[in-house]
């Protein structure tokens, strides 16, 4: 199979965000600090606390939600060349090769550790924090399916919660 891929900023943005909410550690971040906030919003209006503790945790909530919706998704989407760029992938029976006018790369199957689909991409993992975002607009809607297949076949499955 062979695709032409190019980025919708939006979409990698939206793609970015979802890899951030995926990550074990920053849900339980996230759950920790949406405790905290509900506790101690509860405690303020029993009248059990001073309002301190409640606008700190309102504070540490609202920076939370900025920095893994706006900040760092923006951050990483400037910094990386590769959504700004257009690409053809190869997709193989043995690997699969990625490449543009500069050049190509080629990743066996063994180098990704996992996979899963979210709504406008598949993130196809290496490690934990490196990865390539497959845009599904760039796959006809009948070649989706063969492609999920070969994504099981190849790679782990993992989906997004």
Not at 89 to 110: D, T
Request: contains cysteine; glycine residues 2%; charged residues 20%.
């Amino acid at each position: 199979m062979q695709f032409s891929i190019s980025y919708n900023k939006k979409k990698v943005i939206q793609g970015l965000r979802y890899h951030f909410i995926t990550r074990k550690e920053i849900r339980i971040l996230l759950i920790l600090v949406n405790i905290f906030a509900i506790t101690s919003a509860v405690l303020f209006y029993t009248k059990r606390i001073r309002p301190e503790p409640f606008l700190l945790s309102s504070i540490i909530w609202i920076f939370l939600m900025i920095s893994f919706w706006y900040l760092l998704p923006n951050i990483i989407y400037r910094r990386s060349g590769t959504f700004k760029d257009n690409f053809t992938i190869f997709i193989l029976e043995r690997q699969v090769r990625l490449q543009n006018k500069r050049g190509y790369v080629e990743w066996s199957w063994n180098k990704f550790t996992h996979y899963f689909e979210s709504p406008n991409f598949f993130h196809l993992y290496f490690s934990p924090k490196s990865f390539f975002l497959l845009p599904k607009e760039c796959i006809p809607p009948d070649r989706l399916d063969d492609l999920r297949t070969i994504f099981r076949t190849h790679i782990t499955h993992r989906s997004a919660k």
